[in-house]
T-cell receptor, first 115, second 119 residues
Framework: AQKVTQAQTEISVVEKEDVTLDCVYETRDTTYYLFWYKQPPSGELVFLIRRNSFDEQNEISGRYSWNFQKSTSSFNFTITASQVVDSAVYFCALSGYSSASKIIFGSGTRLSIRP | SQTIHQWPATLVQPVGSPLSLECTVEGTSNPNLYWYRQAAGRGLQLLFYSVGIGQISSEVPQNLSASRPQDRQFILSSKKLLLSDSGFYLC??????????????????FGPGTRLTVL
């Protein structure tokens, strides 16, 4: 069975601090996808990144970076120099490789950035 | 580019009334379509998904149903709403294999959602 665990329910930091959101996953598949989504107060889920299981290179996009470690089944998300606009609920997710695979979402981490 | 629409944005309905939420996707063909529900402060619950016209898979037994009358239209319905049906309903689409050239990628793109309150 597939499972995604986001142990941090809520995180609150002061603006400009760095913050890391943890994500641990379980799957028996040898190939799979990992995702991160952002849900701002407006409610719409915004797709941030997709990572293939065979590509363990870390990725950086502006202030966002993702660390994928297959050995520990983790896919952590770091925001550098956080801003108030980063306040949202962040979901980590996992799916199999076929197009018919469903996405398994974690329970989400609510991130609050205080000015 | 692809866009996904949902309406209405908000809805207040009495217990026992019917429901119809609509979702349409533009700019792609043969998408996979999904309905999710999110209770207040909670995670996402997959309700239905569809890989083609008339093909609906249900994830959770309940008084809701879904239909896909056209390739890019997905409808969520109920004959009689319950209090427990209140929540935030999200529609999503992903590339089916036929439209992705064999590379599904699988990320889902979400609509703006419908906030349903059942009183």
């Amino acid at each position: 069975a597939q499972k995604v665990t986001q142990a941090q329910t809520e995180i609150s930091v002061v603006e400009k601090e760095d913050v890391t959101l943890d994500c641990v996953y379980e799957t028996r598949d040898t190939t799979y996808y990992l995702f991160w989504y952002k849900q701002p107060p407006s409610g719409e889920l915004v797709f941030l990144i997709r990572r293939n299981s065979f590509d363990e290179q870390n990725e950086i996009s502006g202030r966002y970076s993702w660390n994928f470690q297959k050995s520990t089944s983790s896919f952590n998300f770091t925001i550098t120099a956080s801003q108030v606009v980063d306040s949202a609920v962040y979901f980590c997710a996992l799916s199999g490789y076929s197009s018919a695979s469903k996405i398994i979402f974690g329970s989400g981490t609510r991130l609050s950035i205080r000015p | 580019s692809q866009t996904i629409h949902q309406w209405p944005a908000t809805l207040v309905q009495p217990v026992g009334s019917p429901l119809s939420l609509e979702c349409t996707v533009e700019g792609t063909s043969n998408p996979n379509l999904y309905w999710y529900r999110q209770a207040a402060g909670r995670g996402l619950q997959l309700l239905f998904y569809s890989v083609g016209i008339g093909q609906i898979s249900s994830e959770v037994p309940q008084n809701l149903s879904a239909s896909r009358p056209q390739d890019r239209q997905f409808i969520l319905s109920s004959k009689k709403l319950l209090l427990s049906d209140s929540g935030f309903y999200l529609c999503a689409w992903s590339r089916g294999t036929a439209s992705s050239g064999g590379y599904p990628y699988n990320e889902q793109f979400f609509g703006p959602g419908t906030r349903l309150t059942v009183l």
